[in-house]
């Protein structure tokens, strides 16, 4: 499976960005899909996930309420909607795929994408 990432931009507090991860090579719905955050001299954590065969999602409390994954079964890609950005959503976002259940640690993913960088001025 190759990951494709692509949207991330420099915006203002308070705007909004869409990211979105397009999967090749492979059945993506078999697939959790998931997107991280890394922040310079921080550890790459996870900010939203969505299960395989469409089995629902989760968030990092810090983006809850804000951000929204979702699927487009269609075109094989993910979405990570994210809206009301604040500076501290500053990072290297990047979308990893997984065939486990409900994967949540960088190691449990096997398939990553390239970052693509969110900046967001106060």
């Known amino acids: 499976v190759q990951l494709q990432a692509s949207g991330g931009g420099l915006v203002q507090a308070g705007d909004s960005l869409r990211l979105s991860c397009a999967g090749s090579g492979g059945t993506f719905t078999t697939y959790a899909v998931a997107w991280f955050r890394q922040a310079p001299g921080k550890e790459r954590k996870l900010v939203a996930r969505i299960n395989r065969n469409n089995g629902g999602t989760s968030y990092a409390d810090s983006v809850k309420g804000r951000f929204t994954i979702a699927r487009d079964n269609a075109e094989n890609t993910v979405y990570l909607q994210m809206n009301s950005l604040k500076p501290e959503d500053t990072a290297v976002y990047y979308c990893?795929?997984?065939?486990?259940?409900?994967?949540?640690?960088?190691?449990?993913?096997?398939?990553w994408g390239q970052g693509t960088q969110v900046t967001v001025s106060s």
């Open positions: 990893a795929a997984s065939s486990r259940v409900y994967p949540s640690r960088p190691y449990e993913f096997e398939y």
